[in-house]
């Protein structure tokens, strides 16, 4: 080995120093000069509930500036309803791939193996955020923070009001989730998390930066203050709708305002040019269908292209997507990863499904004519069956057509309205469709897929909450998903799916209210505790809570049960119990004097010691 004089060896530290903080300075350059990425998608919004499309009434000037500063996608599509158009979105996959197929029942848990849009992001160095509605799980390892993004802050799964959400969140002065910890905030929810995001980019000015911000409007409950409504006083009033189809609007208008205050927030920190902008909404239209529907039949929940054809614009001054332009053809929400991977040369991680039924836009972002290749797709409505029944609320859909239920057929470029079923004059076309959606159907094995099981007792998630919308639920019982019908004391209990991280003892604590209110498990809950959200929308409740008159609590894990006598000021029921490690299920019962059992809406597990 030839040994190195001193000067030579300082020289070549010299040069090793050299080259390193170029690397440094080239690694620099290249995450800075990498874009941003906004991508905001709006709830409940269709493509009709913007005044740039031809609305009439509303007011959206902010959206309709970006229309015209954007590349807009004329015939995209995403899922007619909530969880599975977000789990789609998140990963370039058809939703019935992801196990998420429910906003309910804990089928609207994204399939752990899944990777993420922000998993992509955090790899390539990104730093990731996500503010507002999630709806993919609420306990380890589903929330946000286990699926890639650094910064979360948003309500319940589900939604404002929902069994999971703080107890009395009305989308005014709400708690939101920070990271797992609920946190008091004031103000209106929107804006909250519109100042959320300013602050994260504020924190993240020298860093490429990923937020998904998924605002909660305009779903119900509405909440709006008079003033936001002022700007509709002369809205025809002779629907017995128009109050709601007012606060619908004004909630639209009041996030068209946050959306423009963003954007003059990115420009006066010269972070707008370099920013991609991506706006969608999660499903169609489900207040402002009477109004303006853009020519469409359906709304959210259908299979009619109402139900699904939503709004795509993508600006990006700096990538040459600022001429105005529509692409007219057959796109869809699960194409959106794919694009983002091309634009931001994103690494892959490496876990999980990676086979994307999407694919990148970049074809027609740079030529709204290329020769896009045909595809068919396909989705369901079923959102409160436990039980999967094919054709039920199907659709297979390609550019030109659309079957409906299997039975159903539209040529939808020559009948926009959907009003004239051609099945029995395209027969084949029919039997060719339907065998499309046969053999998606058989590899996707909806009633294969396992449930899923928040994981209790590691130490990403101190302590597992499960609520009542998680339940999972007979054939064709209703679901008790929001905070009514635990006011009503809905008497439709079902079981909770979990796995135990290790052999240890773990703390069950049983209760028929949130833990935040900690109210007695007997007592019926007076109006001063329920807040505002049942005065607003169809979230409708007079009267107090009703009382459940339990004297005992009864807990089943796996095919063991306990129970234990309470008292009328109990609010909550604690059972210490050894358990070993592996999957098994929970239910929890309120038993009266009679022997009647209520469901128990709340089990809080952590951890414990030994007894």
């Given amino acids: 080995m030839m040994k190195l004089s001193q000067p030579d060896f300082f020289f070549l530290r010299k040069i090793f120093f050299i080259l390193f903080f170029l690397s440094i300075q080239f690694n620099h350059a290249q995450s800075t000069n990498r874009p941003n990425v906004i991508l905001i998608m709006t709830d409940d919004q269709g493509y009709g509930d913007i005044a740039i499309h031809g609305n009439p009434i509303i007011k959206t000037p902010n959206l309709d500036t970006l229309y015209s500063e954007s590349i807009r996608f004329t015939d995209f599509h995403v899922n007619a309803f909530c969880a599975p158009t977000r789990a789609a979105l998140m990963t370039g996959r058809m939703s019935d791939r992801t196990h998420v197929r429910s906003t309910v029942y804990l089928r609207n848990h994204l399939n752990k193996e899944e990777t ?9 160095g990104y730093k990731t955020a996500l503010f507002g509605k999630w709806h993919l799980g609420q306990n380890y390892p589903y929330r946000p923070i286990d699926r890639g993004f650094q910064k ?10 929902t069994a999971s959400d703080y107890w009395s969140n009305d989308k005014m002065n709400d708690h939101y989730m920070r990271n797992g910890k609920w946190e008091e905030f004031h103000g209106y929810g929107n804006d909250n998390f519109f100042n959320e995001t300013k602050k994260f980019i504020s924190k993240n000015m020298n860093n490429p930066f990923f937020i998904y911000l998924a605002t909660n409007i305009p779903h119900l409950p509405w909440n709006v203050k008079k003033e936001w409504t002022n700007m509709y006083s002369n809205i025809d009033k002779s629907s017995p709708d128009w109050e709601s189809e007012v606060d619908f609007m004004a909630t639209i208008t009041r996030f068209d305002k946050n959306l423009g205050d963003l954007r003059t927030f ?24 009477k109004i303006f529907n853009a020519g469409m039949r359906g709304k959210k929940g259908s299979m009619f292209d109402g139900g699904h054809r939503v709004p795509l614009m993508i600006h990006w001054p700096k990538g040459n997507m600022t001429p105005k332009k529509d692409v007219s053809k057959f796109t869809s929400h699960i194409d959106i990863l794919p694009t983002l991977i091309d634009l931001c040369d994103l690494k892959t991680p490496k876990k999980g499904h990676l086979k994307f039924d999407g694919r990148s836009l970049i074809p027609l972002l740079n030529n709204s004519s290329f020769n896009w290749e045909d595809r068919t797709l396909f989705q ?8 999967y029944i094919k054709w039920k609320n199907s659709l297979v859909y390609t550019s030109n057509w659309r079957l409906i239920n299997g039975a159903e057929l539209y040529n939808i470029k020559k009948d926009p309205s959907q009003k004239e079923n051609l099945a029995d004059q395209y027969p084949q076309i029919v039997d060719s469709l339907r065998k499309e959606y046969d053999s998606f159907w058989n590899e996707v094995k909806v009633m294969d897929q396992p449930y899923p099981r928040p994981i209790v007792g590691t130490e990403y998630d101190l302590e597992t909450v499960l609520t009542s919308d998680a339940w999972v639920l007979k054939k064709s019982t209703p679901p008790t998903w929001n905070q009514t019908h635990i006011l009503r004391a809905a008497n439709n209990s079902g079981f909770w799916p ?19 209110i900690n109210h007695p498990i007997s007592e019926s809950l007076p109006k001063s505790k329920q807040g505002d959200i049942y005065n607003k929308g169809n979230l409708v409740l007079l009267g107090e809570g009703i009382a459940i008159p339990a004297v005992k609590v009864q807990l089943q894990i796996g095919n063991k049960t306990y129970t234990k006598q309470i008292s009328s000021s109990d609010t909550s029921s604690v059972f210490n119990l050894p358990l070993q490690e592996g999957n098994t299920m929970i239910k929890a019962w309120l038993i009266d004097k009679e022997g009647n059992k209520y469901p128990a809406y709340y089990v809080y597990i952590k951890k414990g010691e030994i007894s």
């Fill in 266 to 289: 990115l420009k006066k920190n010269n972070l707008d040019e370099n920013t991609i902008i991506i706006f969608l909404s999660d499903n169609g239209t489900s207040g402002g269908h």
């Fill in 380 to 387: 369901h409505y079923q959102n409160t069956e436990e039980t």
């Fill in 152 to 161: 979360w802050v948003g309500h319940g799964d589900g939604g404002t009001g």
């Fill in 116 to 124: 993420t849009m922000a998993e992509f992001f955090k790899e390539s």
């Fill in 498 to 516: 979990i796995k135990i991280a290790e052999k240890a003892n773990y703390i069950f604590e049983i209760r028929r209210w949130a833990k935040e």
